[in-house]
């Protein structure tokens, strides 16, 4: 099963407007609506992909077998 590389550029840009505005001491940054509509697809497209992975990976890892945990206290030899 191959997985489809996600397009991550509109995040890198974000990142780089961020970095850039910081270090000119900018108190805001501004998106036009393309750039926030296709950060918002991004976005939403990495987290289905990371949910989709976690599942993946629960299934992957769930065990059929009922496991017993037996734990015994021992009071030690202080009391």
């Known amino acids: 099963m ?3 590389p996600l397009n991550t550029i509109p995040i890198q840009q974000f990142i780089q407007t961020v970095k850039t ?3 000119s001491r900018q108190t805001e940054v501004r998106l036009d609506i393309t750039a ?3 950060l918002a697809f991004t976005l939403g497209m990495v987290m ?3 949910q989709g ?5 629960v299934v992957e890892n769930k065990t059929t077998d009922d496991q017993t945990i037996v734990v015994n206290l021992d009071p030690g030899s202080g009391w």
């Open 2 to 4: 191959s997985v489809t």
């Open 21 to 23: 505005a910081d270090s």
């Open 36 to 38: 926030a509509k296709n």
């Open 48 to 50: 289905a992909r990371l």
């Open 53 to 57: 992975d976690l599942e993946k990976l």
